[in-house]
T-cell receptor, first 112, second 112 residues
Framework: EAQVTQNPRYLITVTGKKLTVTCSQN?????MSWYRQDPGLGLRQIYY???????DKGDVPEGYKVSRKEKRNFPLILESPSPNQTSLYFC???????????FGSGTQLSVL | DQQVKQNSPSLSVQEGRISILNCDYT??????FLWYKKYPAEGPTFLIS?????DKNEDGRFTVFLNKSAKHLSLHIVPSQPGDSAVYFC???????????FGKGTKLSVIP
């Protein structure tokens, strides 16, 4: 089954404790992206990647890092999480420009 | 500056009636438009799209209309069903681009 898999689904952590949210797609897609969803603000892009070793900032990159060492994986790294990073995070991928994005099921992160 | 706007945060419709969700955009370079549907605790799923060369695209109960001169698109759901209750995101992209710009979403409630 074609899918984007994120882990974990839920994560509670404390300020400053480094964490990684994993994302993997099995569709051989070149493009991958991370979004956060906050009430009243919709989906905002954090980082995206056009291909292996090619990443770029989205609209709200501060406090986040990403890497794209393999085509299928695109982890999101929070080196020193803060409470304002409490949010619902989505990973997405696409294989063709101009076509739809496939989204993962989301990761609900709470930073205390 | 918000390039894709969904001015109605919420909409309530009676079951069996028509739901009309609206979206406005400012960037005349947008070449394709998509609607995504999102249930709580799930990732957004693709619903329907339209290219800028068309003014209408239909898929079962869902129809998207595009008015390029007004920079406006709308999603019509006929007839509305309780299972349609979800948040709907409008998104737009440029020609040959993977990047999508999302609106803030409209929460549709279909009342039985």
């Amino acid at each position: 089954e074609a899918q984007v898999t994120q882990n974990p689904r839920y994560l509670i952590t404390v300020t400053g404790k480094k964490l990684t949210v994993t994302c993997s797609q099995n569709m051989n897609h070149e493009y991958m992206s991370w979004y956060r969803q906050d009430p009243g603000l919709g989906l905002r892009q954090i980082y995206y990647s056009m291909n292996v070793e090619v990443t770029d900032k989205g609209d709200v990159p501060e406090g986040y890092k990403v890497s794209r060492k393999e085509k299928r994986n695109f982890p999101l790294i929070l080196e020193s999480p803060s409470p304002n990073q409490t949010s619902l995070y989505f990973c997405a991928s696409s294989g063709t420009p101009g076509e739809k994005l496939f989204f993962g099921s989301g990761t609900q992160l709470s930073v205390l | 500056d918000q390039q894709v706007k969904q001015n109605s945060p919420s909409l309530s419709v009676q079951e069996g009636r028509i739901s009309i969700l609206n979206c406005d955009y400012t960037n005349s370079m947008f070449d394709y438009f998509l609607w995504y549907k999102k249930y709580p605790a799930e990732g957004p799923t693709f619903l329907i799209s339209i290219s800028s060369i068309k003014d209408k695209n239909e898929d079962g109960r869902f129809t998207v209309f595009l008015n390029k001169s007004a920079k406006h698109l709308s999603l019509h759901i006929v007839p509305s069903q309780p299972g349609d209750s979800a948040v709907y995101f409008c998104a737009a992209g440029g020609a040959g681009s993977y990047q999508l710009t999302f609106g803030k979403g409209t929460k549709l409630s279909v009342i039985p």
